[in-house]
């Protein structure tokens, strides 16, 4: 069965702004929601791109949604960190929580300072940080 969900749009809207409309999408009937989860905006007339982190966590106190967010891992997040901080939510927010693992586009995340790999090499990087990430859950080292 198809779920509907509102998209929180980090790049596009204050966090403060988020939590609202988030609410109001809850209120409205939406089941689930979707974050972003980028460094940069798309534009510089976006001016936004809060740390979607910290804003889920205000997120799940907040509604009682059930939340994703679109990560990718390897880049600006070692593997371990973004498990641990999937771990942090769902441990106070039980089968709210879920991941959804990309590349990354270069749009979004080349802040790093390293040079910005070819499509091939970001797709092997995800299999092995995807890999990193079940095995954690998994209470593998």
Not at 76 to 105: D, I, K, N, Y
């Amino acid at each position: 069965m198809a779920r509907i969900g509102y998209h929180v749009s980090h790049e596009q809207h204050a966090p403060s702004s988020l939590l609202r409309y988030v609410g109001v999408a809850e209120a409205a009937g939406f089941v689930c929601a979707m974050s972003s989860e980028h460094f940069k905006p798309w534009s510089n007339a976006q001016g936004h791109s809060g740390n979607a982190w910290s804003w889920l966590g205000a997120a799940l106190a907040r509604t009682q949604l059930p939340f994703g967010i679109i990560t990718a891992p390897g880049y600006r997040h070692h593997p371990a960190v973004l498990a641990q901080s999937a771990a942090t939510l769902s441990e106070m927010f039980p089968r709210r929580l879920w991941l959804a693992l990309g590349s990354g586009q270069r749009l979004n995340e080349d802040v790093t300072g390293l040079p910005w790999p070819e499509k091939a090499e970001r797709t092997a990087r995800l299999a092995e940080c995807a890999q990193v990430i079940r095995a954690l859950f998994e209470g593998r080292p």
